[in-house]
T-cell receptor
Framework: AQKVTQAQTEISVVEKEDVTLDCVYE???????LFWYKQPPSGELVFLIR??????QNEISGRYSWNFQKSTSSFNFTITASQVVDSAVYFC???????????FGTGTRLQVFP | NAGVMQNPRHLVRRRGQEARLRCSPM?????VYWYRQLPEEGLKFMVY????????ESGMPKERFSAEFPKEGPSILRIQQVVRGDSAAYFC????????????FGPGTRLLVL
């Protein structure tokens, strides 16, 4: 069975703080993909990143960085120097095996206060 | 390149009516997925279609729900005889043929059943 767990339901920080959103996944597939999506208050889903299971290199994009560790089945997302515009619900998701359907975590609501 | 288009953005129906949700994938994308997001929950897969074919409908409720992706025109998610529990946000996603696991989402349709 495939599963994605985002244990943090809600996080509140003050602007300029760094914040890490945790994601733990379960899959028996050897080939799989992990994703992060952002859902701002306006409601749309914004694609942030895709990683495949064979690439454990950490990735940085501006203030965003991702730490993929197969040994702990985790794919954590860090926002450096958070801003109010980062306030949103963030979803981690998994696609594995022969299926292309995304399995989503329950999301982490991030509130960044000025 | 326009993104995934969904319409209507908001839909209000009375119990027992039919709801039709439309999705036009990104240009060049041949895979369409529908997901449902119940209030305060993550997204759940419903159905995966390619042109004129349903590939995976394992997430579709057994009754009242149907989906199609005709040769011409948008994909349609149809809900017959709606009930209050159908109130949710319905998201469509599309992906290119060479990377079907990477899904880009539309803005969603918010269905409210009175």
């Amino acid at each position: 069975a495939q599963k994605v767990t985002q244990a943090q339901t809600e996080i509140s920080v003050v602007e300029k703080e760094d914040v890490t959103l945790d994601c733990v996944y379960e899959t028996r597939d050897t080939t799989y993909y992990l994703f992060w999506y952002k859902q701002p208050p306006s409601g749309e889903l914004v694609f942030l990143i895709r990683r495949n299971s064979f690439d454990e290199q950490n990735e940085i994009s501006g203030r965003y960085s991702w730490n993929f560790q197969k040994s702990t089945s985790s794919f954590n997302f860090t926002i450096t120097a958070s801003q109010v515009v980062d306030s949103a619900v963030y979803f981690c998701a998994l696609v594995g095996g022969n299926t292309d359907k995304l399995i989503f975590g329950t999301g982490t609501r991030l509130q960044v206060f000025p | 390149n326009a993104g995934v288009m969904q319409n209507p953005r908001h839909l209000v129906r009375r119990r027992g009516q039919e709801a039709r949700l439309r999705c036009s994938p990104m240009k060049g994308h041949s895979h369409v997925y529908w997901y449902r997001q119940l209030p305060e929950e993550g997204l759940k897969f419903m159905v995966y279609l390619q042109k004129e074919n349903i590939i995976d409908e394992s997430g579709m409720p057994k009754e009242r729900f149907s989906a199609e992706f005709p040769k011409e025109g948008p994909s349609i998610l149809r809900i017959q005889q709606v009930v209050r529990g159908d109130s949710a946000a319905y998201f469509c996603a599309s992906s290119p043929p060479d990377s079907p696991e990477t899904q880009y989402f539309g803005p969603g349709t918010r269905l409210l059943v009175l």
